[in-house]
T-cell receptor
């Protein structure tokens, strides 16, 4: 299994540009989530999904959209990038939405918005 | 709202020294507690987790953590650190619906050979 994969690894955007961060998992996990990691702030939840067709907001959802059309993929869209969205983005998944489940993280995407 | 505090931002130890990293959370109900580790250039991976039962939890690579409910704490310990333990350590709490984690700000551990 490849586990959780993310593309791209690095991206530079100009303010106002849009882009999609890709996340895929091959473990047939029901639950998937996106976090952003900023210095001195740890990881914060952006959006999550408990199954195909079901998404919900986390702590910091503004400026981001998600969809979950398949079990495997959970893309994160930035509609109009802002410098405040410069961060490292991690996708994670777990077998189910149960609170005891271990989350498996992807390698991250470093995003710089100029 | 839930919050997680990690008071040590950067800890520097020599090899064979003992380690204790603090983690406190604010939530009055039932919590699930986790420690994740991020080695340089690698993914976050689970060190250990607590759900119920014995408050002393053992994880991988010789790490353990103790849940003290009265202190809202879940401190991470290791009796003797190695250079390979150099990493960033995150405490996390799951106290709500689904599997949403609230992370602390992380503690960077540097172990000097």
């Amino acid at each position: 299994n490849a586990g959780v994969t993310q593309t791209p690894k690095f991206q530079v955007l100009k303010t106002g540009q849009s882009m999609t961060l890709q996340c895929a998992q091959d473990m047939n996990h029901e639950y998937m989530s996106w976090y952003r990691q900023d210095p001195g702030m740890g990881l914060r939840l952006i959006h999550y999904s408990v199954g195909a067709g079901i998404t919900d907001q986390g702590e910091v959802p503004n400026g981001y959209n998600v969809s979950r059309s398949t079990t495997e993929d959970f893309p994160l869209r930035l509609l109009s990038a802002a410098p405040s969205q410069t961060s490292v983005y991690f996708c994670a998944s777990s077998y189910s939405k149960g609170r005891m489940e271990t989350q498996y993280f992807g390698p991250g995407t470093r995003l710089l918005v100029l | 709202a839930q919050s997680v505090s990690q008071h040590n931002h950067h800890v520097i130890l020599s090899e064979a020294a003992s380690l204790e990293l603090g983690c406190n959370y604010s939530y009055g109900g039932t919590v699930n507690l986790f420690w994740y580790v991020q080695y340089p250039g690698q993914h976050l991976q689970l060190l250990l987790k607590y759900f119920s039962g014995d408050p002393l939890v053992k994880g991988i690579k010789g790490f353990e953590a103790e849940f003290i409910k009265s202190k809202f704490s879940f401190n991470l310990r290791k009796p003797s650190v190695q250079w390979s333990d150099t990493a960033e350590y995150f405490c996390a709490v799951n106290a709500g619906g689904a599997n949403n984690l609230f992370f602390g700000t992380g503690t960077r551990l540097t172990v000097i050979p």
